[in-house]
Every structure is written in C-alpha cells, then in structure tokens.
C-alpha cells in the first residue's frame, strides 16, 4: 500500500507541474523554485510533514519535498542555536540529498557521452 | 548603384557559382534529405564538441563549394562568415584551414543574407574574383549557447524551434553560372518590444516586413515580380504575423511566400514544434533546395530574406526585448 501511496501522489505532483509547463509561459528554473518555496511553506505550516508521512517517498522525492526538509534543517538548527541557526540548518539538513545528486551525476559523466535529441 | 533608402541594385551583378550544403541527421531524414550535398548521421561529425563538429560542417561545406567550382581557397578573395555562438568560434575555428582572409559576422539567423550581401557587393565592386559566404548552426551548440546542454534533458516548449544541424557555403564571383545576385536590401533592427525568447518567429517577423517593403520600394517591384519570397526561420506563428503585418500595410505576399523553417522539416513525422531555425536553416535550404530551381529557370526571381533575433543570453536575462533584422538578397535566373 506504501508503494501504490508513494507512486500516485508523487505522479499527481508530477502532472500538476507539467499542467505548469505546458500551460503557462514559466520558465522551468521558476517552476523548481516555486516547488522549493512551497515545500517549505507547507512545512512551516506542518502541513507537509504529515503529508509525507503518509505519501513516502511520493511526497520526500519531488522537489516540494526538498523544501519541506530544507525548513526542518532550519527549525531545528534554529531551535538549538538560536540566530545563527538560519544560516547553518539548511545545508545540514540536505547534504547528504545534495551530494548524492553531484557524486552519481559525476559517475554517470564519466560512463556517458552526451546523445543528439531525437 | 544604390537604390531608394537601403538597397543597391548591381551594374554589374555577381553571379553565384556555386553552393554547398551539409546536413545532420535530423535533417537528413527530412523532406529536403535527399538534395543535401553532404548529410552525416554522427551529429558530433567524427569530434569530440558539438562546437568543433560544426566548424567541421562549415569547412566542409566551403571545400565542397569550391571543389564544385574547381577553386581553390588560394584563388578565394575573401570570406565572410558567421554562426550563432559567442565570439563567433564555429566560425573562426572552422575556415582557419582555408587561410582565406576574412570577415567575421553576426547576424543571428539572418547571417546567410548578411554574408551573401557582403560577399555581392565586394564582388560588384571589383575587388576579388571570387569571395566566399558561410554560416553554419548546429543543434547540440545552440541548445548549450542558449538554453541547456543536452545532457541536462530539459523538456522543450511547443513554440520552440529547432535550431539546424548544417552549414551552407556560397562561392560569389565573376564567372557566368545560371543564377545572378543582382540586388541587395540591407535590413535595420527593427524591435517591437517582444520579449519572449520561446517565440521567435514573432519577435522577427516585423523586421522581415520591414526589409520586403523596403525592398519592394527600393526597386519599384510588387510582391508578384518575385516568384518566391523567402524568410529564413519565421516559423508556423512568425508567417501568420507576417501575413497579418504586411496586409496592414497593404501587400499581400500569401501567394508566393515560403519559410526555410517550415521547409526542412516535417513537423508532423519529426516533432520539430514551430519549425527550424539558426543560421544553417536558411543557408542549406537555400543551397539545397532554392537554388537548384533557379538554376532550372523554374523560378526566375527570388527575393531571399532571412531573419535574425539579435538578443544574447546576458540580454535576455537581463529583461531587455529582443530586436530582429532581415536582409534581402535578390537572386535571378539567367
């Protein structure tokens, strides 16, 4: 049941931003910080958290999910250190997602050769 | 000598004595694929940059001219050339070989036209007995120039156009060949203040009426002398604006207007949304598909007027509108 939740609310988060793409004149760079401010949103207004705990990886994987773990990082940082907390909490909280994508990006660019589009 | 505002009409015309085209892939499999002189199914050319493949499309499409017309670069004045990258590279890279003296230019995808009309009027002049004109654009560059590199795997909108994989070379001299260039508009920018980099047809097409108009008045012709009028990459939305722009102004072109963009590609079988575009657009089409029925005498006057976006990424992101020029090249059978 975890795999179907996961596998239809992360399509429906999907779908909802290609209807964003194809529909309006936002650039894709807008779009992905428009899921990242929303995640985020949603987050501080802990109606994210329980999403996710519902929807799996559905909800973590897309970018929204991102978001919603960057606020975590801050709260939690703030909340421990105070002020200063602001700066340190977000890095904290998504280093192992951020180096993960440049790790296996950068293993990939050294197995594959960019191909012409079809 | 010059006529009316921008043009010069040629005492002495300079003939084109040969073309050369070469095409990628893509191209290939289009309508126009069999009637390329040169279509390589390795996009990358046999290099290792989508850069250095389309220096080698440009050098290969001058060899090619000027083989055609059993010249050598040695007995080639000068070159005029351009392409759609910073500091022009695809260019400078590409003819370096040739050791041919030459002019580096930019005119977006009006380049060919730009080149065409230097390269006639060097020759008009007397200053060399043959001069060569190239341009080139190529897919995999454009796309890492403009929008994202390849491998990042974007989605593209449905109004984007896809820029060619070719390069056009023109050999422009004093020898008879069927096809004269006997006059030449030279475009202003012209900028409605449109800011829309995924719609470029709409951003040139102004620019393009203005050029047709001029030319039309400049020579005291109406769009009916011309048996085909030529945009280089206006594209599905750019021709109906066009339409619509030039019936403001009371000329009526429907007729006997054609598009290179929409030419080269089937855009129902091959999924290239509005159409081609880049500076290989209007050079291999006009190579390969225009002169050919002028040298027939199928066509007998054709005003070729391709258009260029002269906007850079730094310009667009920095929210400025993206101006358009068209130049016009008057090509007669003879």
């Known amino acids: ?118 | 000598m010059t006529k009316g505002l921008q043009s010069i009409g040629f005492e002495k015309s300079p003939y084109l004595v040969s073309s050369a085209s070469v095409a990628g892939k893509k191209e290939g499999e289009g309508p126009l694929g069999k009637m390329f002189d040169m279509v390589e199914e390795e996009d990358l050319f046999g290099e290792n940059t989508w850069e250095e493949a389309e220096s080698t499309m440009q050098k290969e499409a001058c060899l090619l001219a000027m083989g055609k017309a059993h010249v050598q670069a040695g007995d080639v004045r000068y070159l005029f050339g351009g392409d759609l990258l910073r500091q022009g590279v695809a260019t400078s890279m590409g003819v370096e070989e040739l050791g041919i003296p030459m002019f580096g230019l930019f005119g977006a995808c009006s380049t060919s036209g730009e080149a065409l009309a230097l390269a006639s009027m060097s020759v008009a002049a007397g200053y060399g007995e043959y001069m060569l004109a190239v341009t080139s654009s190529h897919f995999g560059s454009a796309e890492k120039e403009f929008r994202f590199p390849l491998g990042y795997a974007n989605q593209r909108p449905l109004s984007a156009q896809w820029t060619v994989t070719g390069s056009g070379a023109f050999l422009v001299g004093t020898r008879r060949s069927h096809v004269r260039i006997t006059g030449v508009t030279i475009g202003k920018i012209v900028d409605y203040g449109l800011k829309d980099s995924q719609n470029m047809g709409a951003c040139m097409a102004p620019a393009a009426c203005d050029t047709i108009i001029r030319n039309l008045n400049d020579f005291e012709r109406t769009a009916d002398d011309y048996d085909r009028i030529v945009t280089g990459d206006l594209g599905y939305v750019g021709q109906s604006i066009l339409f619509d722009l030039m019936r403001g102004k009371g000329y009526d072109i429907k007729k006997n207007h054609m598009d290179c963009g929409m030419t080269i590609f089937d855009q129902r079988l091959q999924d290239t949304h509005a159409g081609g575009s880049g500076c290989g657009c209007a050079a291999t089409t006009l190579s390969a598909y225009i002169l050919p029925k002028l040298i027939r005498g199928e066509w007998m006057r054709v005003l070729f007027v391709p258009t260029g976006a002269l906007m850079s990424t730094v310009s667009y992101n920095e929210g400025s509108s993206v101006p358009g020029i068209a130049h016009g090249i008057v090509l007669e059978h003879c």
């Open chain 1, 1 to 118: 049941m975890d795999y179907i939740n996961a596998f239809w609310i992360g399509g429906l988060i999907c779908a909802l931003v290609q209807i964003l793409l194809d529909r309006t004149k936002l650039m894709p760079g807008r779009v992905m910080v428009l899921l990242v401010c929303s995640g985020a949103v949603l987050g501080a207004l802990h109606i994210y958290q329980p999403f996710q705990d519902f929807a799996g990886a559905g909800a973590s994987v897309p970018l929204t999910g991102f978001g919603n773990l960057l606020w975590k990082g801050v709260k939690e940082a703030v909340d421990k250190e105070g002020f200063i907390g602001i700066f340190m909490g977000g890095f904290k909280a998504s280093a192992v997602g951020i180096s993960a994508a440049l790790i296996f990006s950068y293993l990939a660019s050294l197995v594959f050769e960019p191909k012409m589009k079809r």
